[in-house]
């Protein structure tokens, strides 16, 4: 059974950091393309940052130099660190995974992603 768990949101200050974290399982040899994305109120889903099993990575121009994002095989694990986090990234965030390899063009679209977590939320304050 396939299924991705999120983890790791809350409330935090301007200029804050938190790390979300994303259990997938099956992990390994079943998702090549793995991402975040995140989606505010009244606002269409967007990607963030996504990582190949080629090790691969794209980000959102919005979050360049402050989000990292990685990966745990060992522990069937995605993570996202978000540094020097704003209002504006306030949102709902979503894991999301394809079988096949990221696509540079589309990567940042929902509609390439087959499976999704439930989403986790990030709060920052001004």
């Known amino acids: 059974q396939v299924y991705l768990v999120e983890s790791g949101g809350g409330s935090v200050q301007a200029g804050g950091s938190l790390r979300l974290s994303c259990v997938g399982s099956?992990?390994?040899?079943?998702?090549?393309?793995i991402s975040w994305f995140r989606q505010a109120p009244g606002k269409e889903r967007e990607g963030v940052a996504v990582i190949d099993s080629d090790g691969i990575t794209f980000y959102a121009d919005s979050v360049k130099g402050r989000f990292t994002i990685s990966q745990d095989n060992a522990k069937n694990t995605l993570y996202l660190q978000m540094n020097s986090l704003s209002p504006d990234d306030t949102a709902m965030y979503y894991c999301?995974?394809?079988?096949?390899?990221?696509?540079?063009?589309?990567?940042?679209?929902?509609?390439?992603?087959?499976?999704w977590g439930q989403g986790t939320q990030v709060t920052v304050s001004s």
């Open positions: 099956p992990y390994t040899n079943t998702y090549n393309c």
């Open positions: 999301a995974a394809r079988r096949g390899h990221c696509n540079s063009r589309f990567w940042h679209s929902p509609a390439e992603y087959n499976y």
